[in-house]
């Protein structure tokens, strides 16, 4: 039979411009949070994290904030080139887990900048 | 450096066939996972081993698959008899021992199409 494919949230920007990527998580017991970037054909890599003792984190271009009362997580991206088009997944850790490595990640977000 | 190597970056497998995933961690790195992805969704954890021994392995069918990371050589994922449902890009990540933070190094997947 047919299949349905799911269709990932899109965030298309121009360069130059801000990007804000937006997370819900529903794991209340969640204390470490984290940004994954996926390049087409790539493996993830590690953008950003941020524990849940913290509601900012700042890095190099990239800001993450966490507001646990509403189980939200952004990753913003300042001054957004073409090198950053890619699928953003946030990730996050249970605080009873085994490992930090053992992580639920979203669906993800495609970003596509337009030079 | 060399990152996390793994191989085949290809497979494909009939059904009723057996896979075999390789994966070798970066230098230095004792702990290994892996991870299951799907066309468009985010990455499922699947099993997180140390040397020679399974830490965590809740994200694994219960059936057909298994995984080792044996004293000597690379990780295995092995997938025995498997079926279309099993197509997926499967992931290994590795990180150092005693590691605090959620940032995992990935490989670049094996992708396995199951005819």
């Known amino acids: 039979g047919e299949s349905v494919g799911l269709h990932l949230p899109t965030l298309s920007v121009q360069e130059g411009d801000n990007s804000i990527i937006n997370c819900a998580y529903s794991?209340?017991?969640?204390?470490?949070f984290i940004w994954y970037k996926q390049e087409s054909g790539k493996g993830p890599q590690f953008i950003i994290d941020?524990?849940?003792?913290?509601d900012k984190r700042q890095g190099q271009r990239v800001t993450v904030l966490l507001n646990k009362t509403v189980k939200h997580l952004s990753l913003q991206i300042a001054a957004t080139q073409p090198g950053d088009s890619a699928v953003y997944f946030c990730?996050?850790?249970?605080?009873?887990?085994?490992?930090?490595?053992?992580?639920?990640f979203g669906q993800g977000t495609i970003l596509t900048v337009h030079p | 450096n060399a990152g996390v190597m793994q191989n085949p970056r290809h497979l494909v497998r009939r059904r009723g066939q057996e896979a075999r995933l390789r994966c070798s961690p970066m230098?230095?790195?004792?702990?290994v996972y892996w991870y299951r992805q799907l066309p468009e969704e985010g990455l499922k954890f699947m099993v997180y081993?140390?040397?020679?021994?399974?830490?965590?392995e809740s994200g694994m069918p219960k059936e057909r698959f298994s995984a080792e990371f044996p004293k000597e050589g690379p990780s295995i994922l092995r997938i025995q008899q498997v079926v279309r449902g099993d197509s997926a890009a499967y992931f290994c990540?590795?990180?150092?021992?005693?590691?605090?933070?959620?940032?995992?190094?990935f490989g670049e997947g094996s992708r396995l199409t199951v005819l």
């Open positions: 990730a996050e850790k249970d605080a009873g887990g085994t490992s930090y490595g053992k992580l639920t």
């Open positions: 081993l140390q040397k020679e021994n399974i830490i965590d």
């Open positions: 794991n209340s017991a969640s204390d470490y």
């Open positions: 990540a590795s990180s150092p021992f005693g590691h605090d933070t959620g940032e995992l190094f």
């Open positions: 941020i524990r849940s003792n913290m």
């Open positions: 230098k230095g790195h004792s702990h």
